[in-house]
């Protein structure tokens, strides 16, 4: 029997216990950092400590922990190169964490939950700026279908709790985000950390060129992690419907122009020259911003502060960043 979705607008997270899930990723931690200024209590598992993949695992943990309120940003993640690479990866995985943890959620007595998609849902030649209601109007970008498959599923699965269980369950799609946190490896990471990366390392060992991928004529929106968590925390107190919500920026950028801003950023003077062999992906994913701005919220840094604050917490986070192993990491 199809119930009505408990609308808890607005919602307090004043005296609420938190479960950020994924918050050793770039999203997480920083929705970990936005929530220290809420009266709130987070709680976070580590992957050693409870593995979103296994169904038992996560239900057993939900029951033992008893969360009121989930931001689902737990994620197998990854760049251009990563997404087309590991086709499996990113499907399954993302899949089973969705479907344990919002499953466990509902079990337990969740009250609030927000899944985090991408801005990778749309369809490829979706009208721009992309509006909400442009899901599913056409066939996806194949350079990241197994990784938008996963993610319209969760969106879709968090609508069906809403109608068969009256759960207030939501999901936000941010557009391409970057700062502290963020994956540099080389091959796997997203486009902004890779150029903050390649211009740091021309310039410290004084190469006369750095590469980058494709014809630079793509465009992307980009959105610091920092106000997007703070969207994020927004969202969840003041949305609640059937329907997921873009975050964006409104911000765009070709990518040949990005790289000239992050090498101004970064010091480096050399040339930039492109790898045309390393696809380009879609052409364009400008998302529609209405629906938010409507409600309230904006966003506060701008592109060049916010490469200026990604640049400095890489080289603050290098020598952690050095430590790890590379490749490709789930959030
Ligand atoms: O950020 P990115 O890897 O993914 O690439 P998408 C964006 C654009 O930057 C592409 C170009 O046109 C790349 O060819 N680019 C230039 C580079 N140089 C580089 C480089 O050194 N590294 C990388 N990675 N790109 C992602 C999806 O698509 O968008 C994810 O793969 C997710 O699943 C995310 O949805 C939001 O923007 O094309």
Redo the contacts with the bound molecule.
């Keep these: 029997m199809a119930e009505q979705a408990a609308r808890t607008v607005p919602f307090d997270l004043a005296g609420r216990r938190i479960y950020v899930a994924g918050h050793r990723g770039m999203v997480g931690a920083a929705l970990v950092r936005r929530l220290a200024r809420e009266r709130c209590e987070v709680i976070t598992a580590t992957r050693a400590e409870l593995d979103l993949t296994r169904q038992a695992e996560v239900q057993a943990w939900f029951q033992r922990m008893r969360p009121d309120t989930v931001f689902l940003a737990a994620a197998k ?5 990563a ?1 087309a690479s590991y086709p499996v990866d990113f499907l399954y995985e993302n899949l089973m964490i969705e479907a344990n943890v919002i499953h466990a959620a509902h079990a337990a007595g969740v009250t609030k939950l927000m899944l985090l998609g ?3 849902i749309y369809p490829k030649l979706a009208p721009q700026p992309i509006r909400e209601q442009a899901l599913l109007g056409g066939p996806l970008e194949p ?2 279908e197994w ?2 498959i996963a993610k319209i599923a969760g969106l879709k699965l968090c609508e069906a709790y809403r109608r068969q269980h009256g759960c207030d369950f939501v999901s936000a799609m941010p ?2 985000l970057f700062g502290p946190g963020d994956n540099y490896d080389r091959v796997s ?4 950390a ?2 903050i990366r ?1 211009a740091h390392e021309a310039k410290t060992e004084g190469r006369a060129e750095m590469v ?3 014809t ?1 004529t ?1 465009l ?1 929106e980009f959105l610091h992690v920092d106000d997007c968590a703070d969207a994020l925390v927004f969202v969840m107190k003041h949305y609640s419907d059937n329907a997921h919500i873009n975050v964006g920026s409104g911000c765009e950028v070709a ?1 040949a122009e990005l790289a000239r801003l992050v090498c101004a950023v970064v010091g480096f003077e050399g040339a930039i020259v492109h790898d045309r062999s ?5 052409s364009r ?1 400008l998302m529609d911003g209405t629906k938010l701005a409507a409600l309230g919220w904006r966003p506060r840094i701008g592109l060049r502060e916010g490469i200026a604050l990604a640049y400095d917490a890489f080289k603050k986070e290098q020598v952690g960043e050095q430590e790890q192993a590379g490749g490709g990491g789930r959030a």
């Design positions: 993640v990854g760049g251009i190169l997404n991408s801005s990778c350079t990241n990784y938008a557009t391409n990471s997203h486009v902004m890779a150029l390649k980058i991928w494709g630079g793509p992307r990518i390393k696809p380009d992906g879609t994913k």
